[in-house]
């Protein structure tokens, strides 16, 4: 397709038994703010998490696998992306054990020569290699994190891509690693402390690549970040809450995510069941609140903004739905008033394809 005729995939992954579809495509009319199913793929248990590579056309999922010793593993996929027309697919390439546990993020560099995988269950994180036409290639390294209860949860490439960070959500630290290419692993480079019981869950960058940002699960707060690009560490600003003043009941955040303007800053969570929005200083990376809007449905897991910046499309597990949502010049999202069932809805992530 031409650059002209280019238009946006969603692809969404769920909690789902392999007899059923568990990663889904959707096409996104612009104009219209609405999703129409392109393809699902079944085969696979829980693929709840998913990376898209879209210069080489390329979706990664996990799922749940077997080890050599028949223990609870997980595995990598991947799959073809097929756009032509108004049609799409999805055609499984191959899927290999990614990881000796069962696993909850997927990750892959920019230059497509790793995925790295985290596991929540097993304390632990994986570097995979890719091939040359994106198959899943060899589990080159694992790296078990060391603590009364680790729970990584996910991993992601610093902006530069030199380090690749994990927030551990059992210990209350951000880890650190370079990849080591000529040996094959992951090389421990440093970790950074968050309050104790914060429980760090997902992290997102500043696109000036001078501030980071970690959304914690347990105590419903966010850490904003300086970052030290050249030594690949970071700096704590200040703490916010992620909930409405006052307030009461039982809350766990999930996902983080930034305007590609860098205007502002969003989080997920699940309880209050809502989308909190932040003003992002350019200059001191500090955060001032714009307000809290509804995610359209129960337990918020997920949630992306669509490339071109006008659209947010939220991931609600409990109600196994995916609301849209249109940007507004504030910053906040407003309900379209359209929304597609998706059972189990974990991930959603558009491209331009």
Known sequence: MTEQTKQIQVFIGSYAEASAAGVYMYAFDEEKGTLTLLDQASGMRNPTYLNIDAANRRLYAIAEGVTEDGGKGGDALAFEIGVQGDGGSLTLLNRKLAITAPSCHIQRDAQSKYVLLASYHGGRVSLVSLTDNGEIGELLDIQQHEGEAPHPHSLFFSPDGRFVFVPDLGIDRIRAYTINEEQGVLVFHGETAVQAGAGPRHLTFHPNGNFAYVINELDSTIVAFRYDAEGGRLETIETVSTLPAGWEGQNG???????????????????????????VDAASGKLALVGHVSTEGKHPRHFSILPGGQYLLAANKDSNNVAVFRLEESGLPVYTGYAIEVPGAVCVQGVYL
């Open 253 to 279: 955040c999930a996902e983080i995510t930034m305007s590609a303007d860098g205007r502002f800053l969003y989080g997920s969570n699940r309880g209050h069941d809502s989308i909190v929005v932040f003003a």
